[in-house]
């Protein structure tokens, strides 16, 4: 056996999370029930057999992706900001970073807002996707009653706007286009809260 | 030949309306590439030859599908509203009206919505769609340069957001769900309009 081929002097083409990455663009792409082992390996430029060395399957990427993805957003609700003061600072914090984190983990977050709930790994992801949405529509709510936003607004109809304003930017933002990614978080919380606020 | 079995006396069970919409009700439930004829002949119950009967294929359905949705978008541009009084008055009717035409043909819009442009079918509704936001950043402009809605706004950005939270509806809204559509489209001309005036 020569040296070069020893594993320890091989110097992988890919490791574990640059293959996600590739991943997460076929998924998105194709959609993640469209797309096969052999999708995957072919756009890595690699074969089956090399690709499974690296990652257990399918599923196993969807899954360290939605992680990564839910990972970011629940990493907002620790902020300081997130957690002291009055609770439409708070709610507005959490708007802001929230759209970051789309803007920032943009491949990430697509392929989170695109899951359906046809497998467990699938139904776990909607599910704390869920839990996010309770704790925005939570906090909106409570700046209704402490009389900081709108009296008039149903919280949870409020809420699914805003959220879905924020997660259409996900159709058309591209990080390499005109706009840059502080200008867009900028005009989606003016715009979200000035239409919110009394 | 008997009188039950000639054309003029059999009743179909279908016309060439119910069956577009049991297609695009598939259509949005597996994706149009991921349709063939043969689930559509089975979702309507009939079979595969029958179905050729009244339609000529997949891509035909998805034109007159597209046509339904674009048909009833270009038709709020001619209403009297949309073309007389100060244009953000114009802006803020057309704005009503799109997000109340989605909520009225919603698996129509929710299937325009996800059209890619893979076929010139597609093409060719992707276009009408870019005109029909061509035609609504210019009402947004004209009334940022009019002095009614703010001077600090991207109408670009501004435009693309709005429509965002707009077709986000699609996402989450049931007609048999617990808020009325004309609740849902006020709530979302309210909060857009106030975020976007001075």
Redesign the interface.
Known sequence: MTSELTPARRRPAYDAASLLDVAVAVFNER?Y??TSMEDLARAAGITKSSFYHHVEGKESLLAAACDRALGALFEVRDEPASREGRTVDRFAHVLLRTTETLLTELPYVTLLLRVRGNTPVEQAALEQRRGFDRYTADLLSQAIADGDLRAD??A???T???F??V???A??FRPTGE?PPA??AR??V???????RP
Chains 1, 2 share one sequence.
């Open positions: 959609g029930d469209g607004l149903d949870a109809l409020a699914r706007l805003t879905g304003m997660t259409s930017i159709e058309w706009t200008a867009v005009a989606t003016d715009l979200i809260m000035r239409g919110l």
